[in-house]
């Protein structure tokens, strides 16, 4: 079931949702309606946590990553969670050194990177059963076109296998209103950690922080 951006169920770009604690809370506003409660319900609603921990922690410690997630949205989920988009405006601080405004100010390869990591970290994290925390031993991107200072990217991220040691998933890169490819590439990731220590950080965030 897709939920389009600006749609009340997800966080608007920038906002902090608060960690859902049962399966009625994983939005704000309360419980969703059924049908989208039974879609986001067992394995879907770990990656809406994920995301949720995702862009508290990535503000809480001013990491790299918190200029990518004050603008990414998580704006579908399907198959049994197999299948998942994550959406991001582009902005003039995306742009390459050397993009020129008559040129469309193409945006920095890293930035497309930086969004195809993050997004395929958080899907690949949601699908191990035991929800161990992991880390990158593979990413390759090909680019087979540019992204353009404001339009919306869209990250296609496919789950290619879960297994006792690695994750792997395949992410596509589209302009969100034109459907252009502008990168394919795969995630390949270990999974460390003991079970349930994906969500360590957001525990310990709800009773020390208040971002």
Known sequence: QAFPPGDPRFAAPGAVPALPRAPARQRRGGAAPGGARRAMSGSGCRLTSLFGQYLQQTRAQNSFSSIISKRLQLAKIENNLKNSSFQIPLHQSDCHAFAMPKEGQTVHGGVISTIVEDATTMHI???????????????????????????????????????GVLGVAEAKVKDANSGKLIAVGRHTMMFIGEDNSSMEFSQSLNSVFDV
Do not use: E, M
């Not at 161990?132 to 339009?151: C, E, I, M, P, Q």
């Open 125 to 163: 994290c949601a699908n191990d059963p035991r929800s161990r925390k992991a880390v990158t031993t593979d990413l390759n991107l090909s680019f087979l076109g540019v992204g353009k200072v404001g339009r919306t990217l869209q990250v296609d991220s496919a789950i290619l296998k879960i297994g």
